[in-house]
């Protein structure tokens, strides 16, 4: 089954707590704190990887979970920080977070890191100073980043068959290739892009066949518009008309038609490169229908998928576009756009005060608040960096109640 589209929930590891202990020791005057930190939690890495054809299997699993970063030890032991996961893509393969494309993934071990793991806890030995030589101050793990990843495949291939349902586009591929698409007498007989190599002389290239081209395919009208993305990368388009047209329109009327299409959903499809072929020439009064195409279009090629009649020129011929059109450069977005959010927002829910931001809900991940003297220094850098100062402007009175992260708080001056 091809599946061309797939919505992946990431969630990356947990950083490691980070350990308290203190060095105890016979004969070892100053034992002082021996806690070490956590290890970092694994990241979500997306690799494209050219064994894969379809997102299939993303889409029948689409939640992923790194591992935990290992909590750290006595001794100033350091926890093992967790692998990455490794997360497959076919190539082509636009990577989208919070509706932005930060990866479009074209190359072969290309790849995109879409959640970050947590940073491992610090341990008693980090917080040690001159003036705090035992230190009871040990940090947990930060949380992984959590996120929902959009994938959108679109196929890589050196020409798109392009035409209208019955024009000969199946049959065309299965002649040129071992491929084996479905072939009947009916529209829509090919569901998803079928593709297929093919051999000719001594090059080798990607054929693939787009189908539901009709009127209004650019605007989701029958299966066009599903499928019209994976022609933005062809290097070439391969235009079959059915020598007798389609339904209540001439060859030439459903050539201009599909054009039509082709710009109302692109300018870029619009502009390439384009060979046309009127099919099925090898039926009888076909050859009027071909004389009239080529009033109206000179480089036109007469064929006959079904015999295999006039294939050989139109293979050179599509070769010898292929050669003109200059190989894209792999293309790796990052977004640009910085946006800005502050470090922290205080918001009057009731008689209740809400502190949100992710400095804010990592900081309280990160404290162990059974130890005062870490309870302590989560108040001091509350202050510091202005929640109290916030708070006060909120209107926040003795006992009023506090939420932070997970945990719920009772203000006192």
Do not use: W
């Amino acid at each position: 089954m091809f599946i061309d589209k797939a919505k992946l929930f990431m969630a990356a590891g947990k950083g490691g707590d980070g350990c308290m202990a203190f060095r105890r020791e016979k004969y070892v005057a100053l034992g002082g704190p021996f806690g070490g930190n956590g290890g970092n939690g694994g990241n979500i890495v997306i690799v494209a990887d050219r064994n894969f054809k379809t997102l299939l299997d993303l889409q029948r699993h689409p939640h992923y979970k790194s591992e935990k970063g290992e909590h750290g030890q006595g001794k100033n032991c350091h926890g093992r920080s967790a692998d990455d996961l490794i997360v497959k893509v076919p190539l082509g393969t636009v990577v989208r977070k919070d509706g932005e494309i930060i990866a479009d993934l074209v190359n072969d071990g290309q790849s995109i890191i879409v959640a970050r793991g947590g940073r491992g806890g610090r341990g008693n030995s980090s917080f040690k100073s001159s003036r705090n030589t035992a230190p009871r101050i040990a940090e947990k793990g930060q949380p992984g980043e959590e996120c929902t990843v959009d994938l959108e495949l679109k196929i890589i291939a050196d020409v798109g068959i392009i035409g209208y349902p019955n024009a000969g586009k199946s049959t065309f591929l299965s002649k040129i290739s071992f491929a084996k698409p479905k072939i009947a007498d009916y529209p829509f007989t090919t569901l998803s892009p079928n593709l297929g190599v093919v051999q000719f002389f001594d090059k080798s290239f990607v054929f693939a066949d787009i189908p539901g081209l009709i009127d209004g395919a650019s605007h989701g009208k029958g299966l066009g518009h599903d499928f019209l993305r994976h022609i933005e990368r062809t290097k070439v388009l391969l235009h079959i008309v059915d020598a007798f047209g389609y339904e209540n329109k001439n060859a030439y009327s459903t050539y201009v038609a599909i054009n039509k299409e082709l710009k109302s959903y692109s300018l870029v499809l619009a502009k390439k490169i384009q060979i046309i072929a009127v099919n099925k020439i090898d039926v009888p009064g076909t050859e009027k229908a071909v004389k009239l195409f080529k009033k109206k279009k000179k480089n036109v090629f007469p064929i006959s998928a079904l015999k295999g009649t006039g294939i050989k020129p139109l293979l050179a011929e599509i070769l010898r576009k292929v050669k003109t059109v200059k190989e894209e450069k792999p293309k790796e977005i990052q977004s640009v756009h910085y946006k800005y959010e502050p470090e922290f927002v205080v918001n009057k829910v009731g008689d209740a005060f809400e502190i949100i931001g992710k400095k804010i809900t990592d900081l309280v991940a990160m404290t162990d608040f059974s130890e005062p003297e870490s309870f302590g220094r989560f108040q001091n850098i509350m202050k510091k960096i202005g929640v109290n100062k916030k708070l006060k402007e909120k209107g926040i009175v003795q006992g009023s109640i506090v939420r932070a992260g997970d945990y719920e708080f009772t203000y006192e001056e």
